[in-house]
């Protein structure tokens, strides 16, 4: 089996969690990975307009995808072609950064893609700028698969998320969680999985007291907002964080709960639980530092699974940050890799026919998983793509699962609104660690920038 590493700073937005394998639902079964057939199953009779048939003429499909996230789509491309040979595809490709900055001008334009990564679907959706896949959802199905984390893709006429018309579908659904080096776990008589915060806590100074540093983590691209989430996911008003992350009226992040996971996150800083420059680590250095043997944890999301197979295999592990008491429901980040179709795509029928092919193909399943450490989602009812044995992968699956049983699927706070997370959340946790902000003010600052941005 072969596993691909990738690298991105952008992980902060893709969001996702793999408990669609485990919300129970039922739908027809896929297509296998022969290519005896040009149509895709689809229950009853397709709706007006719309086609699940694959043309036979041939096409080109037009992909926009982010900079480090292209492997898993190299490998579903040409699998894609040998099965449907007369589709071929033009791939695209730019920074997060620009992608955050241009994407609603290039899907505005005259030669939008077919596919585009776009995180923030709400405002776009509202404003026409993406297609409505509703006719596909009926078509093919979809809305019979678990819907857990395609609810966080739904937007109503009124702009509200969290229900409504379907707007995007995720290619790798993921978890959040704490990867740790077991072999430091081991040296210093940790205990895994950890189910408290106390006890983390506690394992984080027993890794200072041996000399150890207990999280390698950058901050140089806001990756501290996973640490800042995963506590506060733990704590009272978990409700209110999610009205807030769906832009609800009178929505607020200036809350008890806001206030006391920024001042933990401010205490484990100046404990020195993190390094001391944190804020000049960027992504992938603090990923290639914690794959070679820097930090005895590491707070992400399975999105690395895979690479940490390849390059470390059986050296590290995983598990659901824990809760304030032992039995406490797991609660993580979990929100669709999510692909918008522009409402102005040439080729609305063949990228909805691969949008469904990703999902329901057992070979292309097994390239999202092998690609990315993440279940591909789709049906219920199709067999999970396998993982090698003492992989990382089936930790973060197993993590996943406990996710997807307590109900825990919470998106990023960074899906608020398109711009909090470059514009305000991400630079006032520099200053929060450096202890430059207090927490009431972090709050307060995020607050701010949302009613700002959102026009309130």
């Known amino acids: 089996m072969r596993i691909k590493n990738r690298r991105s700073s952008a992980v902060l937005m893709a969001g996702g969690a793999a408990l669609a394998l485990t919300l129970a639902a039922c739908s027809p079964p896929g297509s296998s990975s022969s290519p005896?057939?040009?149509?895709?199953?689809?229950?009853?009779?397709?709706?007006?307009?719309?086609?699940?048939?694959l043309t036979s003429d041939p096409v080109e499909l037009d992909l926009y995808l982010e900079s480090g996230f292209t492997e898993q789509f190299e490998a579903l491309q040409e699998e894609f072609t040998k099965q449907f040979p007369n589709v071929t595809f033009k791939v695209r490709a730019d920074s997060?950064?620009?992608?955050?900055?241009?994407?609603?001008?290039?899907?505005?334009s005259p030669d939008a893609p077919d596919l585009m990564r776009f995180p923030t679907v709400q405002a776009a959706a509202q404003d026409g700028i993406l297609l409505n896949l509703d006719p596909y959802a009926e078509a093919y199905g979809w809305n019979?698969?678990?819907?857990?984390?395609?609810?966080?893709?739904?937007?109503?006429?009124?702009?509200?998320?969290?229900?409504?018309?379907l707007y995007a579908l995720g290619v790798g659904y993921n978890v959040t969680g704490v990867y740790y080096?077991?072999?430091?776990?081991?040296?210093?008589?940790?205990?895994?999985?950890?189910?408290?915060?106390?006890?983390?806590?506690?394992?984080m100074d027993a890794a200072l007291d041996a000399g150890e540093l207990p999280s390698m983590l950058g901050n140089a691209d806001f990756t501290f907002a996973f640490p800042l989430q995963m506590i506060q996911n733990q704590l009272d008003g978990l409700d209110q964080v999610k009205d807030w992350i769906y832009q609800e009226p009178d929505a607020t992040y200036d809350l008890p709960s806001s206030v006391e996971a920024a001042g933990k996150l401010q205490e484990w800083a100046e404990k020195g639980y993190f390094p001391e420059d944190a804020n000049a680590i960027d992504y992938a250095t603090a990923m290639g530092r914690f794959t070679g043997g820097e930090g005895l944890f590491h707070f992400n999301g399975d999105w690395e699974a895979g690479g940490l197979t390849m390059n470390a295999p059986g050296e590290f592990g995983f598990f659901p940050f824990p809760g304030v008491t032992a039995d406490a429901p797991k609660v993580a980040m979990a929100a669709p890799a999510t692909y918008v179709v522009p409402a102005t795509a040439k080729n609305q029928d063949e990228i909805a026919f691969f949008l469904n092919w990703i999902h329901t193909d057992e070979t292309a399943r097994q390239i999202v998983l092998e690609y990315t450490g993440s279940t591909p989602g789709g049906p219920a009812d199709l067999a999970p793509p396998v993982a090698p044995e003492g992989s990382v992968i089936n930790e973060t699956l197993a993590a996943a699962a406990q996710v997807a049983d307590d109900d825990g699927a919470i998106d990023f706070l960074g899906n608020a609104t398109p711009g909090i997370l470059t514009?305000?959340?991400?630079?006032?946790?520099?200053?929060?660690?450096?202890?430059?902000m207090t927490p009431e003010d972090f709050a307060k600052h995020v607050q701010e920038a949302y009613e700002t941005e959102l026009g309130r």
């Open 96 to 108: 997060f950064q620009n992608l955050a900055q241009n994407a609603v001008r290039i899907m505005s």
């Open 36 to 53: 005896t057939s040009s149509t895709s199953d689809a229950p009853g009779e397709e709706p007006a307009g719309v086609s699940t048939e």
């Open 423 to 436: 514009s305000t959340l991400g630079p006032d946790l520099q200053l929060l660690i450096t202890g430059r």
């Open 181 to 203: 080096n077991k072999a430091k776990a081991e040296d210093l008589g940790i205990e895994i999985p950890i189910e408290t915060i106390s006890d983390l806590e506690a394992a």
């Open 144 to 165: 019979d698969w678990p819907q857990g984390l395609l609810d966080q893709v739904r937007v109503t006429e009124d702009g509200a998320r969290g229900s409504g018309s």
